[in-house]
């Protein structure tokens, strides 16, 4: 009696495992369905969002993005517009100021490259100074001369010879009192002026204290001495400083400083 209701147990409880294994097997299949539903939907969702939106552009080998030439510099800036496709401009430096390389000075190399260098060099020298030497011939030789014009005409003015005297300035000679005073101008004037003090006074003596000549400027530094009445007594004696503008032989301009 045993022995049977042992079996009889035994089949009962292998039909209710063989139960609740199909029950967990249908479960199981059941989600699993469903997550395939379930994912299969948000693929179309997505997928319909990809469609819909103007952002998202396809990549095909005409319209990828090119690689930027070889050939261009990395000093030159790109500059990519996006309203022109596959265009890329390049910003041309090269006349920008300070961009340009500077260029070394040309370097003598072989021997006889560097003894010609050096042979124009002091030929330039030598000019430099011969041009140098030549004005201040053309100066020194400018300045005897006016020097000589004016120990003529203080010669003249001693000795109160009014024809030799008027003789060493120029027709249109001007007369200024310093700094730009203009006191007469023309030999006429001047023979007037000169004329009587020549036959006024007895003695008239100009000796020269300091003298500068420069060119065609020379500037006495003179003691004036007059007579009135006797020969051998001096009435005045006084300092003039005097400047005398000397052209072709010729007194152009005399200004005196008071």
Known sequence: MKPLFFVVSLLFSWQLFATEVETVDSQSQAVVVKTNDATAAKEQAVESELQDSPAVITLTPENAAQPAPSHIESTQPVVVDPNKANMIEVVDTSKV?????????????????????????????????????????????????????????????????????????????????????????????????????FKKLKCIKSSPIKRIVHGNIVIDHELSETCSTDPNVIDKRSELISSYQVENGKITKVLFFR
């Not at 490259?113 to 053309?138: D, N, P, S």
């Open 97 to 197: 100021l300070g961009t340009e390389a500077a260029k070394p000075a040309d370097i003598p190399k072989t021997q006889q490259e560097k003894a010609v260098a050096v042979a124009q060099a002091e030929q330039a020298v030598t000019q430099a100074k011969e041009a140098l030497t030549l004005k201040q011939q053309v100066k020194a030789k400018q300045s005897r001369e006016s020097l000589a014009v004016i120990e003529q005409l203080i010669k003249a003015y001693n000795a109160r010879n009014i024809d030799a005297f008027i003789s060493m300035y120029d027709e249109n000679v001007e007369f200024y009192a310093f700094p730009n005073e203009l006191l007469f101008k023309g030999k006429e004037k001047l023979i007037a002026r000169y004329g009587i003090v």
